[in-house]
């Protein structure tokens, strides 16, 4: 039986990639690329939770409230938390899984003793779909709302309006991570569009020694586990190299506003950025509602199919972070529902590898119209 591998560096760095050499220029040509893509002054940092993080301490006072989408990782929660504000969810609308003017209109009702501290709001696009950009500036501006932009799933796409996303908000938040729109293995960046309410350090340092290596690496471990796939040992190996930490899982990342990401990862970002290899151009991953999701899931595994993770399985994913957040399901009863019947793939994949899978889903989808 054919084995497919989906969620290993699929279509991310190669082995050789993972241990070529970048060097400083490759920092200051990344950081001067996305100072200009985005018309700002740009900062490189670890990851993409750290950017958005930076990206808040920057606008924000210490206890302000800031709106994120009901549907989310774990990496916004933390930069949120860590920026020392207090994360309130707006609940989405199905087909986008964004919030919009509806739910926020709803969200902002609902809120109203808390929100003369609501001062800002994220706007993540989720999976790569636009929000309706206009529609959320005119909301922010009658409650005076300041706007992030997180790129996560986003860079490179464009809005209804035609404005490309990240030209919008005050700061824009790249993640360079693994399965992101840009993947370096590690990295993110953040751009201030507007000069900061406050001064924050810039990220210097370079990465531990320990996440360099995992990232080097990385692309050779996953390369091992796909070929002892052949012999269903792939997610074993897999597990024992998480356990060892020589592999850490994307939402175990590490927020430290302190570093930088390697030289090497920001000549792999520049090349994807210069290059449009990156998967900007449209949708991140594909998404489909089924009924019976532990099921299909189980139908797909004995078919071959390794899967990560879902985006998202819990309204704040992974799932073992959940528990930790108090998520107010009763006022995003949407995202509740959704992350109980979403499965989605990633798009690098070939339609070819991807239409088993596609054939298996299809009697189980919710038979609502945008399957
Ligand atoms: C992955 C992700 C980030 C940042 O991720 P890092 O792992 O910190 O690079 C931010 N926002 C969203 C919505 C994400 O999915």
Redesign the pocket.
């Known amino acids: 039986m054919k084995r497919y591998y989906l969620g290993l560096n699929a279509n991310g760095p190669s082995i050789k990639e993972g241990f070529s050499r970048g060097n400083s220029r490759d920092l200051r040509e990344l950081s001067d690329f996305l100072a200009k893509k985005y018309e700002g002054t740009c900062y490189l940092t670890k ?4 950017a ?1 993080c930076i990206a808040l301490q920057s606008y924000f006072e210490s206890g302000d409230k800031i709106i994120v989408n009901a549907f ?2 774990y ?2 929660y933390e930069a949120v938390i860590e920026a020392g504000l207090v994360p309130v969810f707006a609940d989405i609308d199905e087909k986008t899984l964004n919030f919009n003017e509806k739910t926020l209109n709803v969200f902002w009702e609902g809120a109203a003793i808390h929100a003369n501290r609501i001062k800002g709001i994220i706007v ?1 696009n989720s999976l790569g779909n636009p929000v309706d950009i206009e529609k959320i500036e005119k909301f922010a501006k009658k409650r005076g709302l300041t706007i992030i932009e ?1 790129l ?2 986003s860079a490179g796409i464009r809005y209804p309006d035609g404005r490309e996303a990240g030209t919008v908000g005050v700061a824009a938040a790249l ?3 693994k399965d ?1 729109c840009i993947n370096s293995i ?1 990295g ?1 960046a953040v751009i201030f569009r507007e000069t900061p309410v406050h001064e924050v350090e810039a990220p210097v340092k370079p990465p531990k020694l320990s996440d360099h290596l995992r990232a080097r690496f990385y692309p050779l471990f996953t390369a091992q586990c796909k070929k002892l796939n052949a012999i269903h040992l792939g997610g074993v190996m897999m597990q024992v190299l998480i356990k060892l930490h020589f592999v850490e899982r ?1 939402a175990d ?1 590490k927020l430290d506003v302190s570093r930088r990401l390697s030289e090497f990862e920001a000549k792999l970002a520049l090349r994807q950025l210069r290059s449009f290899r990156h998967r900007g151009e449209g949708k991140l991953r594909d998404f489909y509602f089924v009924k019976n999701r532990a099921e299909v899931l189980s139908k797909l595994r004995k078919n071959g199919y390794f899967f990560d993770a879902f985006w998202y399985e819990k309204p704040v994913s992974p799932e073992r972070y959940y528990q930790k957040i108090k998520f107010p399901e009763k006022t995003c009863p949407t995202a509740v529902k959704i992350t109980k019947e979403i499965i989605n793939f990633p798009l690098y994949y070939s339609p070819e590898e991807l239409a088993p899978a596609k054939e298996i889903i299809k009697p189980y989808l919710s038979g609502r119209g945008y399957d």
Request: glycine share 14%.
């Open positions: 990851n993409g939770r750290s958005l989310t990782c990496a916004v993540q997180d996560a799933h993640s360079f991570g992101k590690s993110g994307s990342n």
